[in-house]
């Protein structure tokens, strides 16, 4: 089993930034990628990030890329999703993942879900 748990969310003013950490436990050799999604209220969940776990490449959403960066912790086995120049439209749950094989943009090719984390970003 894998053990995601996501932190750092909260409420943040337009143009800020917020650093949202995943601590992965468990069976970490178990999977291959780890994915940043998330949910706004009445939407579906989408895809924002992802990073390869053992070649550290990493993959954006075109809408998100140059203010969202994924990294990795590997002492930590910790992942990070820098936020920056945050928009109301960010305001979301965010959500972690985890899978075998090569990164995926779809959610439902994750079987690894953390909590997730709230993040609301007023105007």
């Known amino acids: 089993q894998v053990q995601l748990v996501e932190s750092g969310g909260g409420l943040v003013q337009a143009g800020g930034s917020l650093r949202l950490s995943c601590a992965a436990s468990g069976r970490t050799l178990s999977f291959s990628s780890l994915g940043w999604f998330r949910q706004a209220p009445g939407k579906e969940r989408n895809f924002v990030a992802a990073?390869?776990?053992?070649?550290?490449?990493?993959y954006y959403s075109d809408s998100l890329k140059g203010r969202f960066t994924i990294s990795r912790d590997n002492a930590n086995n910790t992942v990070y999703l820098q936020m920056n120049s945050l928009k109301p439209e960010d305001t979301a749950i965010y959500y972690c993942?985890?899978?075998?094989?090569?990164?995926?943009?779809?959610?439902?090719?994750?079987?690894?879900w953390g909590q997730g984390t709230q993040v609301t970003v007023s105007s």
């Open positions: 993942a985890a899978k075998t094989g090569p990164y995926s943009r779809v959610p439902k090719t994750y079987p690894y």
């Open positions: 990073i390869s776990w053992r070649d550290l490449g990493t």
